[in-house]
Structures are given as structure tokens and as C-alpha cells.
């Protein structure tokens, strides 16, 4: 479990540098990554923040990480919604809960310019999707249309896997894949209009092909809602050449 004090989340600091710790911690004291207050240990919540997180735990689907209100007895269950439409992805993975706790967090990384929340937020993708890391040859985020970006300055997607290739020791392919059109916000639209809103939208580039041919991908988003957007790279990964891709986001929906 994740606790507000880990001291896995500590800056690493070896040798004769250790003694430089309490000069930086008074220069630049550990912050909450969600309201800035004062912690103990850099990159944890502050015990109010923590205590309104929904962290995500097993028994959940094995396909989609939605978590079971039942305990499965070990048994590897897979929810109504993959059995019915069975996602491109082999698994995907998430830290929290979709909720205003964590949306605040998600939030602010892709709106606030609070990129300093991404290294923190890829710590507990770290943990939460070590699986998946573990037989990882690529991680990918999902791309934003160059327009988007250039507005945004940042692809919140791209610090994560950064952040994220960091701590696993892996390849990050920030520019594999390209959104090749536009599309609406996602937020007012319906399921299947999701999946139709981004259709087509996203390609591998042709000089990147040789990079994925055979290779197993961790694909990186900020949130999970319908699945459609993670579902078409997928896809996208899959018909280029990927050998499986698996999904891994900071937040994902889960309906009551
Ligand atoms: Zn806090
Ligand atoms: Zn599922």
C-alpha cells in the first residue's frame, strides 16, 4: 500500500551527498503534490489529502483494472463490460479512483502547469502498474494534437511516461505516435460516441515503425474514462506491429 510517509519517494541522494539533505530540505521543503502543504518526505499527501484519495486495489478486472465491489477467492475474473466488447489492450492499470480528489490532481498537471505533480504521480503509476513494467520494452503516452500542444506547451501524458521510464529503467517514445486530426472534448460525449469521436485519430509514424515491430508497449495516459482514446492507439500500437500493449493512467471512471 501506498502511505503518506514512503521513503521510496525520497529524492536519492548516496554517498557524501546524503549530507546535503537538511540544507535542501530547508531551501526546498517536501510539499504535498495536492494542496502544498508541508510533509514530512518529498512526493507524499499531506494525511487530509490521503485520506481523500480513492486508491485503486485488487480484486479487480484483469483486463480493464476495474475493481470488484466482491472478493474473486484468486479467481482471475474479467468485468461484463470486457466480455462483451473485449478491449484491443492486454490490461490496463490505474492509481486512483476518478473522482474530485483526484481530478484535482489531474487537473492541475494538465491546466495549472503544475508539471511538478508528474514525477509524484508517476511514483504511484510505478507501483500500481509494476505488472505491466515488468515485461515492458516501450512506453508510449498518448499523443495531443500539435495545435493543442502548441497551446498547451506540455503533453501531461508525455511528463508522466518521462517521469514514469525514469523510475522503471525503460524507453520513453514521446514522438511514436502522432494525433492526426483534432477532436472534440470527450467530456459531454457518450460512450459510443467516444469511440466514434476518435476514430482514426491517431497514427504510428512511418520512420517509427521498425521501433515497434515485435515490442511491448506501456501506453500512458493522465485518465481513463470510456477506454476509447486508450482502445484506438491500442489498436494503432497492434496494427503497426506492436506484439501486445498494455494501458497504464493515473485515475480511471468507475461508475457506482
Ligand atoms: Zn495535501
Ligand atoms: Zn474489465
Given at each position: 500500500m501506498l502511505g503518506p510517509v514512503d521513503k521510496r519517494c525520497r529524492l536519492a541522494l548516496h554517498g557524501p551527498m546524503r549530507l546535503l539533505r537538511p540544507l535542501l530540505d530547508l531551501l526546498l521543503p517536501p510539499l504535498c503534490p495536492a494542496c502544498r502543504a508541508l510533509v514530512a518526505e518529498t512526493g507524499t499527501l499531506c494525511p487530509d489529502c490521503w485520506k481523500g484519495m480513492d486508491f485503486l486495489a485488487p480484486p479487480f478486472c484483469t483486463c480493464c483494472g476495474l475493481p470488484f465491489s466482491f472478493e474473486t477467492e484468486g479467481e482471475a475474473l474479467v468485468c461484463a463490460a470486457c466480455l462483451d466488447h473485449p478491449p484491443p489492450w492486454r490490461a490496463a492499470r490505474s492509481v486512483l479512483r476518478y473522482d474530485d480528489s483526484s481530478k484535482g490532481l489531474v487537473m492541475a498537471l494538465k491546466h495549472?502547469?503544475?508539471?511538478?505533480?508528474a514525477p509524484a504521480l508517476a511514483r504511484w503509476m510505478h507501483r500500481a502498474g509494476a505488472d505491466l513494467l515488468e515485461g515492458c520494452d516501450l512506453i508510449v503516452p498518448v499523443p495531443l494534437h500539435w495545435m493543442r500542444l502548441f497551446t498547451r506547451r506540455f503533453n501531461q501524458s508525455a511528463l508522466l511516461a518521462h517521469a514514469l521510464g525514469r523510475l522503471a529503467f525503460k524507453p520513453v517514445a514521446p514522438d511514436l505516435m502522432t494525433r492526426t486530426r483534432r477532436t472534440a472534448s470527450q467530456g459531454h460525449l457518450h460512450r459510443s460516441e467516444r469511440y466514434d469521436n476518435v476514430k482514426g485519430a491517431f497514427a504510428v509514424r512511418p520512420r517509427q515503425l521498425t521501433a515497434i515491430t515485435g515490442k511491448s508497449v506501456v501506453l500512458v495516459d493522465d485518465v481513463l474514462t470510456s477506454g476509447a482514446t486508450a482502445s484506438e492507439c491500442a489498436s494503432v500500437l497492434l496494427k503497426a506491429g506492436a506484439a501486445r500493449v498494455d494501458v497504464l493512467s493515473v485515475a480511471r471512471a468507475v461508475l457506482d
Amino acid at each position: 500500500m501506498l502511505g503518506p510517509v514512503d521513503k521510496r519517494c525520497r529524492l536519492a541522494l548516496h554517498g557524501p551527498m546524503r549530507l546535503l539533505r537538511p540544507l535542501l530540505d530547508l531551501l526546498l521543503p517536501p510539499l504535498c503534490p495536492a494542496c502544498r502543504a508541508l510533509v514530512a518526505e518529498t512526493g507524499t499527501l499531506c494525511p487530509d489529502c490521503w485520506k481523500g484519495m480513492d486508491f485503486l486495489a485488487p480484486p479487480f478486472c484483469t483486463c480493464c483494472g476495474l475493481p470488484f465491489s466482491f472478493e474473486t477467492e484468486g479467481e482471475a475474473l474479467v468485468c461484463a463490460a470486457c466480455l462483451d466488447h473485449p478491449p484491443p489492450w492486454r490490461a490496463a492499470r490505474s492509481v486512483l479512483r476518478y473522482d474530485d480528489s483526484s481530478k484535482g490532481l489531474v487537473m492541475a498537471l494538465k491546466h495549472a502547469d503544475r508539471t511538478d505533480l508528474a514525477p509524484a504521480l508517476a511514483r504511484w503509476m510505478h507501483r500500481a502498474g509494476a505488472d505491466l513494467l515488468e515485461g515492458c520494452d516501450l512506453i508510449v503516452p498518448v499523443p495531443l494534437h500539435w495545435m493543442r500542444l502548441f497551446t498547451r506547451r506540455f503533453n501531461q501524458s508525455a511528463l508522466l511516461a518521462h517521469a514514469l521510464g525514469r523510475l522503471a529503467f525503460k524507453p520513453v517514445a514521446p514522438d511514436l505516435m502522432t494525433r492526426t486530426r483534432r477532436t472534440a472534448s470527450q467530456g459531454h460525449l457518450h460512450r459510443s460516441e467516444r469511440y466514434d469521436n476518435v476514430k482514426g485519430a491517431f497514427a504510428v509514424r512511418p520512420r517509427q515503425l521498425t521501433a515497434i515491430t515485435g515490442k511491448s508497449v506501456v501506453l500512458v495516459d493522465d485518465v481513463l474514462t470510456s477506454g476509447a482514446t486508450a482502445s484506438e492507439c491500442a489498436s494503432v500500437l497492434l496494427k503497426a506491429g506492436a506484439a501486445r500493449v498494455d494501458v497504464l493512467s493515473v485515475a480511471r471512471a468507475v461508475l457506482d
